[in-house]
């Protein structure tokens, strides 16, 4: 079955802590987003990553951190200095730059108590 | 900066009636404007898109109309049906990194039976 998978669907943590989103894809992809996404404020990059090993800040980078250490992962880590972290997280693939549309996973609802 | 804006940012609409939602754009190397459409619990996927070469494009009961001129693109949903029933987000990129989209704030849409 291809696609994107984001585990878990829901995830609560304590004010302090950093978490980790987990996005996997086989659809051999090259490209790899990430977005967070609030009522009202439509989809805001945090940071993308066009090959492997190699990680672009987007336009919220602040308190999140990436890794791309193999084509098919693209974990982000919530750290405890982003202020406001509760929000609907979306991961995006592109196969390649000279391509236009993004395919996203379902997502991650982070709620930070 | 937001560099697209869409409008509204609900609306509701009768069955069968017309639903029109508005995004503006600043900057003038933006030439891909795709609309998104999510379901709740989702990630978005891609509906329908447009090149500024033409003013209008069709695809069943969904027609994107743009206004090089003026910096505009719209979406129609003709026959809106509750199945339409979704937020929408207009996008825009540059041809020099196309697959990087900036996102308009999103409209929810709800068709009333």
């Known amino acids: 079955d291809g696609g994107i998978t984001q585990s878990p669907k829901y995830l609560f943590r304590k004010e302090g802590q950093n978490v980790t989103l987990s996005c996997e894809q086989n659809l051999n992809h090259d490209a790899m987003y990430w977005y967070r996404q609030d009522p009202g404020q439509g989809l805001r990059l945090i940071y993308y990553s066009q090959i492997v090993n190699d990680f672009q800040k987007g336009d919220i980078a602040e308190g999140y951190s990436v890794s791309r250490e193999k084509k098919e992962s693209f974990p982000l880590t919530v750290t405890s200095a982003q202020k406001n972290p509760t929000a609907f997280y979306l991961c995006a693939t592109v196969p390649g730059q000279d391509y236009n549309e993004q395919f996203f996973g379902p997502g991650t609802r982070l709620t930070v108590l | ?113």
């Not at chain 2, 027609?63 to 979704?86: E, V, Y």
């Open chain 2, 1 to 113: 900066q937001q560099q697209v804006k869409q409008s509204p940012q609900s609306l509701i609409v009768q069955k069968g009636g017309i639903s029109i939602i508005n995004c503006a754009y600043e900057n003038t190397a933006f030439d891909y404007f795709p609309w998104y459409q999510q379901f709740p619990g989702k990630g978005p996927a891609l509906l329908i898109a447009i090149r500024p070469d033409v003013s209008e494009k069709k695809e069943g009961r969904f027609t994107i109309s743009f206004n090089k001129s003026a910096k505009q693109f719209s979406l129609h949903i003709m026959d809106s049906q509750p199945g339409d029933s979704a937020t929408y987000f207009c996008a825009a990129s540059r041809a020099l990194f196309r697959s990087r989209l900036t996102f308009g704030e999103g409209t929810q849409l709800t068709v009333n039976p």
